[in-house]
């Protein structure tokens, strides 16, 4: 999946917050840069930016794609300079309220009730990372991860989010739970890039493992060929030889060992409008929450099932509150269609003549099996 809808808000927000002036075009991005940026990325006062490599040359645009010289620069610049700022959510009235409800799967028309018990200014703490995955290729990914100081919560916000409804504002100067909120977000990081980490690592291992197997295989034949071809040949060949293939399986190791690092490019404190909930369901029951006006998330919901926080949400009885991962779907319940069971006979075919099962099974071995092995 292209990472263009990801970098761009991203590239533009940091040149920009360096002080340079950003035309976004059709096709290109173009930039006026100040001395401190032309001295800092090495780029002249006015160049262009692209995010498709097929358009890099024109203009002699500057490419921008994970790993690309320009993005690595940018990038060492915003962490050196430790890029902060303050913003505020410049939203009104309180037809948000009722977006948000609905955007959480739980509007007026679901039947759940909402009555707002105040709403007062809040304050997140949004934390920009980058996400980098080395083996033998490389992958780069940023993330933003929202944290509620005053809830003790954390939630990830879609990179492409728009941030029109962000103005700057003054920094209040409150940073004491900055520490606390860092900590959350880095939590909240490691748990959304688990599942990505642990199949970039499974698949390295697994590369791994067939490049050492390939190894031992090349050079166990030659060193039986050697003793074949001359059984009292020199012990320095066979010596000179091996040390080869140990130097070849370090390099192997260097090359496939997989590594995950993660580095904060930025932190925004954002002023925001939160409304204070009271949801009643049709059951009768209720719940408190709180929903804030940018980032939309309806917090303190928990999973009947599941105990999960995340939304979208989904009410029907009597399986109560519930995800939308652990929701009931209405095929949930229905047979699924597909193939008979293996002992029902074919339709016009006799249960005699159906073909026996092989009482051993499959002989096909996982990747996964192989990537459990010790390594060399």
Same mark, same amino acid.
């Given at each position: 999946? %292209?990472?263009?809808?990801?970098?761009?808000?991203?590239?533009?927000?940091?040149?920009?917050?360096?002080?340079?002036?950003?035309?976004?075009?059709?096709?290109? @991005?173009?930039?006026?840069?100040?001395?401190?940026?032309?001295?800092?990325?090495?780029?002249?006062?006015?160049?262009?930016?692209?995010?498709?490599?097929?358009?890099?040359?024109?203009?002699?645009?500057?490419?921008?794609?994970?790993?690309?010289?320009?993005?690595?620069?940018?990038?060492?610049?915003?962490?050196?300079?430790?890029?902060?700022?303050?913003?505020?959510?410049? @939203?009104?009235?309180?037809?948000?309220?009722?977006?948000?409800?609905?955007?959480? #799967?739980?509007?007026?028309?679901?039947?759940?009730?909402?009555?707002?018990?105040?709403?007062?200014?809040?304050?997140?703490?949004?934390?920009?990372?980058?996400?980098?995955?080395?083996?033998?290729?490389?992958?780069?990914?940023?993330?933003?991860?929202?944290?509620?100081?005053?809830?003790?919560?954390?939630?990830?916000?879609?990179?492409?989010? /728009?941030?029109?409804?962000?103005?700057?504002?003054?920094?209040? #100067?409150?940073?004491?739970?900055?520490?606390?909120?860092?900590?959350?977000?880095?939590?909240?990081? $490691?748990?959304?890039?688990?599942?990505?980490?642990?199949?970039?690592?499974?698949?390295?291992?697994?590369?791994?493992?067939?490049?050492?197997? !390939?190894?031992? #295989?090349?050079?166990?034949?030659?060193?039986?060929?050697?003793?074949?071809?001359?059984?009292?040949?020199?012990? &320095?060949?066979?010596?000179?030889?091996?040390?080869?293939?140990?130097?070849?399986?370090? &390099?192997?190791?260097?090359?496939?060992?997989?590594?995950?690092?993660?580095?904060?490019?930025?932190?925004?404190?954002?002023?925001?409008?939160?409304?204070?909930?009271?949801?009643?369901? /049709?059951?009768?029951?209720?719940?408190?929450?709180?929903?804030?006006?940018?980032? #939309?998330?309806? $917090?303190?919901?928990?999973?009947?099932?599941?105990?999960?926080?995340?939304?979208?949400?989904?009410?029907?009885?009597?399986?109560?509150?519930?995800?939308?991962?652990?929701?009931?779907?209405?095929?949930?319940?229905?047979?699924?269609?597909?193939?008979?069971?293996?002992?029902?006979?074919?339709?016009?075919?006799?249960?005699?003549?159906?073909?026996? !099962? %092989?009482? !051993?099974?499959?002989?096909?071995? %996982? !990747?996964?099996?192989?990537?459990?092995?010790?390594?060399?």
């Amino acid at each position: 999946m %292209s990472e263009t809808p990801r970098l761009q808000p991203f590239v533009v927000e940091a040149l920009t917050d360096l002080g340079a002036v950003v035309s976004p075009g059709e096709s290109l @991005v173009w930039v006026q840069a100040p001395e401190s940026v032309q001295h800092d990325l090495e780029v002249p006062a006015n160049f262009a930016l692209t995010f498709d490599a097929e358009r890099s040359r024109e203009f002699e645009a500057e490419l921008v794609a994970p790993g690309s010289y320009f993005l690595e620069r940018l990038i060492a610049v915003v962490a050196r300079r430790g890029q902060w700022d303050a913003a505020r959510c410049a @939203v009104s009235g309180t037809d948000w309220i009722l977006s948000g409800l609905r955007e959480s #799967g739980l509007g007026p028309e679901t039947g759940v009730r909402s009555h707002v018990d105040g709403i007062e200014d809040g304050l997140l703490w949004l934390f920009a990372f980058r996400v980098t995955l080395l083996s033998d290729e490389k992958r780069e990914s940023f993330h933003l991860v929202a944290v509620s100081p005053s809830e003790r919560c954390a939630w990830t916000v879609d990179p492409v989010r /728009p941030d029109q409804e962000l103005i700057p504002h003054p920094s209040s #100067g409150n940073s004491a739970d900055l520490e606390a909120g860092y900590r959350l977000a880095a939590e909240s990081l $490691r748990s959304i890039t688990a599942g990505e980490v642990d199949r970039f690592r499974t698949r390295s291992l697994g590369l791994l493992e067939e490049e050492v197997r !390939r190894i031992f #295989g090349y050079f166990d034949r030659t060193i039986e060929g050697l003793r074949e071809s001359d059984p009292d040949g020199s012990q &320095e060949l066979l010596r000179a030889v091996m040390a080869e293939r140990d130097r070849r399986l370090s &390099e192997a190791v260097e090359r496939f060992d997989p590594k995950a690092a993660a580095s904060l490019c930025s932190i925004r404190a954002i002023q925001v409008p939160t409304a204070r909930l009271r949801l009643g369901f /049709p059951d009768g029951s209720g719940t408190d929450a709180r929903l804030d006006g940018w980032s #939309g998330r309806l $917090r303190g919901l928990i999973c009947s099932n599941c105990g999960g926080t995340d939304g979208p949400w989904r009410w029907s009885p009597p399986e109560g509150l519930r995800c939308a991962t652990c929701a009931p779907t209405p095929a949930g319940s229905a047979r699924p269609r597909g193939r008979p069971p293996s002992d029902t006979p074919r339709r016009g075919m006799r249960a005699g003549e159906a073909s026996a !099962r %092989s009482p !051993r099974g499959s002989r096909a071995r %996982s !990747r996964g099996a192989s990537a459990g092995r010790r390594r060399p």
